[in-house]
């Protein structure tokens, strides 16, 4: 990576969209989990170069998204070079890749490197290619199949009961509603 | 993973099978006393209510008399055969447990065994740290390396989705388990927890000569497990081995009086309930190994005729394995253990009924099993008493109403005879219910099965006394709900699949009163009722309104966390002494009770939260989502849903808007970088905060749900 410019002097956009896109590449590089901050402040201020750069090509965009965009195309080309031969695709590359960087404690053990395609430490490369991620073993799949149970003469008798309550809601209530009548006619005459 | 196949599936094996002998011996002996007790009951009965002849309302009180009669007595039988077990000198002639030999437990376990945990939007840090403290526990055995683990998820809500994935991650990166603990997640959640298995099963059954499941609140110390698959490996007539789960983690009064009771009653009926299933036990769908390769020929579920509730798919599918299981000619075993194996319990009363409403449903269906040809006998039995566990409810309540209408007619003067036989009845009624649990803690002061200083028997027996007051005010309240699902099953009122409430998070009183007010009105009704009708009627049935009337106070009192605990009251050994898988997860959950937490807003969405923003979080998901060459929904769709949820928070989107946006990888992946494009006046306040506070909460996104404990 080139020395880093302090002296950030963008042409285009405003001192406080910068400094908007500042605030959100600190938090984007934080959420990396790269708690080194001066390696931090050299890659925002890296990015935020690039970024002032494209926005001078595309003032439609604000220097966030600019920030933001760089920073994607840092990183892709940066796992573009630890996974080149690999044969992944765009997405694979991305989203494989970032978890590679944590799962061989790349935050913690090779933070000074991250972003920096031009040195790639060779047991950085190794430990971020062997990162394995699994959702399960390869399957073998077996045939699962139900077989009907012979539910005997009694269970189609009530099935057919249950079938037929079952597509006559008034027909259901109004046998509730019998046995109801029938209790209350029952403690009318008991208690007369 | 070495994973030898599976034996062929041949004829039905005798090794773990009871000798029919045996068998035959033990359930004539059972079924004689029970039926005697029952005949002798019904006897009294009649011979009280036939003093002047029997009126068709006697001759109902008669016809639901008998099968609650039954019922009490299978229970105090079940009980009174497992305390002679427990406390003869000689052993069981069909214990498990001595078909191991010392020099058993040495030998290098070659079996493959997948360990399985289907979960559906449960607490994630609880089940994935229950999950490491049986791996760790497995590890220490040194016979874990045929061991898989599977978390099978189907987990409908996003956060909990990703936290899930997450969690998963951390675990393995921190256990080095990667290729050991495997996370799987269905698109579609077909046929429930049964479907969950089932898929398994159709997937990676082939791999493995027996799975072990568990529920999401289970724990299993890797002592038991390598136990298990070596009683499966030397008796291989068995298809099922059932272990007795005990109650832990309780907080509230009804949780801890819960399992209380279950550590000091238990272990005599599962002993009984052992004398007696031999070969035909129960599964109770966790906490059990099963032989993989039978269970995949004969276990797949057919739907039930009809519609649910009462129909359709099955909902207590493990009765049912059961009952195909040994259909096929392996056996079903129960396992009497006191330790190792473990669950959790509903924290409060309102949590045990939603509980009970599906259980209820799942037995009720079993009515259309019982006259299906080809069951074992045992089986249909154990299907007739399931249903009867709850349709006994509102056979006693059906009991209380002819009780009523006989007391509002009272026969002038009852003659010697008839006196005679209600109290003998009245007696034996007494004896059945209360003799068990007499003996049983009787058992405790002289043996001291459960805890050794006399201090502490003493505190059991009082807790036992106590413990009989809240079971008292609990059961007729028990006894209107549990009424009232059988009733509304029979109607075709489903219920929903809804995750079930494990941890207490404080009473919630408007939910208490709507709940309980009308069985408070029914205690009242039925209490003015009785004064008219008679006052020494009214006395008798006392106790049961009393019931009815507290049940608001009461479920308030049991839900809440003053449980006697500081006195003594209703301590287990696993309260006092916990083992070890259950000591490092309580560590770890303590450890994670400590941590900063982000705003509650923040917090309910915070696995959403995590995937669109942490890179990791991200790269995750993605990696793990299946790529699929169409989506269901049009680009413009999820580009505009996106949109909303970037400009208006994710409150601004349902939960299928939301769920349709995390299932597509493209979108997945273009949200990340659109809510860090954006300029803070673009994004929705919820995004904005997210933003500033997120680095703050967690040293790494991975750690929110799980301890941070690296293996040295």
């Not at chain 1, 269970?155 to 809601?169: I, K, M, N, Y």
């Not at chain 2, 070495?2 to 004829?11: G, K, L, N, Q, Y």
């Not at chain 2, 309302?57 to 039988?77: D, H, M």
């Amino acid at each position: 990576m080139e020395a880093v410019n302090i002296q950030f002097a963008p042409e285009t956009g405003t001192e406080e969209e910068w400094n908007e896109a500042y605030a959100r590449l600190a938090d984007y590089f934080r959420s990396y989990q790269l708690h080194n901050r001066i390696r931090r402040t050299q890659l925002i201020l890296e990015t935020l170069r690039r970024a002032a750069a494209a926005h001078k090509t595309n003032t439609k965009k604000t220097p966030t998204a600019h920030s933001i965009e760089q920073a994607r195309i840092m990183l892709k080309e940066w796992l573009g070079a630890i996974y080149s031969d690999m044969n992944l695709n765009e997405s694979q590359l991305e989203a494989g890749g970032r978890l590679g960087f944590h799962l061989s404690g790349g935050p913690a053990r090779w933070p000074n490197f991250f972003l920096d395609k031009e040195n790639l430490p060779q047991d950085m490369i190794e430990a971020m290619r062997s990162a394995v991620r699994a959702s399960g073993p390869g399957m073998q799949v077996s045939k699962m199949t139900p077989r009907d149970i012979d539910l005997g003469r009694v269970s189609e008798v009530a099935e057919d009961t249950f079938d037929t309550l079952g597509r006559h809601p008034i027909l259901r209530y109004s046998i509730l509603i019998g046995i109801v009548v029938a209790v209350l006619t029952y403690l009318y005459l008991l208690f007369r | 993973m070495s994973t030898p196949a599976a034996p062929a599936v041949t004829s039905p094996i005798s090794t773990g099978m009871p000798p029919q002998r045996i068998a035959r011996m033990r359930r004539a002996t059972f079924f004689s006393f029970v039926g005697l007790g029952t005949i002798v009951g019904t006897w009294l009965m009649y011979v009280y209510l036939s003093e002047r002849g029997m009126r068709w309302s006697e001759w109902g009180l008669l016809a639901v008399f008998t099968p609650l009669y039954y019922q009490l007595n299978v229970g105090f039988w079940t009980a009174l055969f497992g305390l002679w077990l427990m406390n003869r000198p000689g052993h069981d002639a069909l214990d498990l447990w001595r078909t191991l030999k010392p020099e058993d437990h040495e030998e290098a376990i070659t079996a493959s065994t997948a360990i399985i945990m289907p979960v559906f939007n449960e607490d994630v840090t609880r089940v994935f740290e229950g999950l490491r403290s049986i791996y760790l526990s497995l590890e220490q055995t040194g016979h874990s390396k045929n061991f898989d683990f599977f978390i099978l998820s189907d987990s409908n809500q996003t956060s909990q989705w990703i936290e899930e994935e997450a969690a998963w991650l951390e675990l393995c990166r921190q256990l080095n388990a990667f290729g050991r603990i495997f996370y799987r997640k269905r698109r579609k959640p077909i046929n429930r927890k049964s479907g969950n298995v089932s898929d398994f099963c159709r997937r990676w059954g082939k791999r493995y000569r027996y799975m072990l499941v568990l529920d999401a609140d289970s724990l299993m110390s890797g002592g038991l497990i390598t136990s298990m698959t070596r009683i499966m490996e030397k008796n291989t007539g068995i298809g099922i081995l059932q272990t007795f789960p005990k109650q832990i983690g309780a907080e509230t009064l009804l949780g801890r009086v819960m399992q209380f009771a279950q550590a000091l009653y238990g272990p005599p009926f599962m002993a009984g309930l052992d004398y007696w299933q031999c070969g035909e036990a129960n599964f109770w769908g966790h906490n059990a190994i099963i032989r993989l390769e039978p269970f995949i020929k004969f276990c797949a579920l057919p739907a039930l005729p009809g519609k649910e509730p009462f129909g359709g798919h099955i909902l207590s599918h493990d009765f049912v394995e059961a009952a195909l299981m040994r259909k096929a000619g392996w056996a079903v075993r129960l396992l009497p253990t006191n330790r190792g194996s473990y669950e959790e319990g509903p924290p409060t009363l309102v949590d045990m009924l939603k509980r009970d409403r599906r259980w209820c449903q799942g037995n009720m269906q079993h009515f259309w099993l019982v006259f299906a040809k080809g069951w074992h006998p045992m089986s249909r039995v154990n299907f007739i008493h399931g249903i009867l566990s709850y349709a006994s409810s509102l056979l006693w309540f059906f009991f209380l109403l002819f009780t009523t209408f006989l007391a509002a007619t009272p026969v002038p003067q009852l003659d010697p005879q008839a006196m005679q036989a209600q109290q003998i009845l009245l007696g034996l009624t007494a004896t059945l219910i209360f003799l068990p649990k007499t003996a049983t803690l009787l058992d405790e002061v002289f043996t001291g099965r459960l805890f050794k200083p006399l201090k502490m028997r003493l505190l059991t027996f009082m807790s036992s006394m106590a413990d009989t007051v809240v079971f008292t005010l609990m059961a007729p309240v028990l006894m209107i709900f549990h009424s009232q699902f059988v009733v509304y099953t029979v109607l075709g009122k489903g219920v929903r699949w809804v995750t079930q409430r494990r941890k207490a998070e404080g009473v919630d009183w408007a939910e208490v009163f709507f709940t309980f007010w009308v069985v408070c009105l029914i205690g009242i009704v039925w209490a003015i009722l009785g004064w008219f009708v008679s006052h020494a009627f009214l006395l008798w049935i006392s106790p049961i309104l009393i019931a009815l009337f507290l049940a608001i106070p009461m479920a308030i009192v049991v839900s809440g966390r003053s449980s006697g605990h500081r006195f003594g009251f209703f301590l287990t050994t696993e309260e006092t002494e916990p083992p070890s898988v259950l000591a490092t997860m309580n560590d770890n959950l303590a450890e994670i009770k400590g941590r900063i937490h982000l705003p509650p807003e923040l917090e309910k969405h915070h696995g959403l939260l995590q995937v669109c923003l942490d890179p990791y979080v991200n790269g995750l998901h993605v990696s793990l989502l299946r790529r699929r060459k169409s989506i269901d929904v049009s680009r413009s769709y999820l580009n505009e849903i996106a949109q909303r949820m970037i400009q208006l928070g994710p409150q601004s989107l349902n939960a299928q808007e939301i769920k349709a946006m995390i299932h597509d990888t493209e979108t997945v992946t273009d949200l990340h970088y659109r809510l860090w494009s954006a300029r803070d006046h673009e994004l929705a306040p919820f995004w904005a905060t997210a933003i500033r506070q997120y680095n703050l909460a967690a040293s790494s996104p991975f750690t929110h749900t799980l301890a941070q404990r690296e293996l040295a």
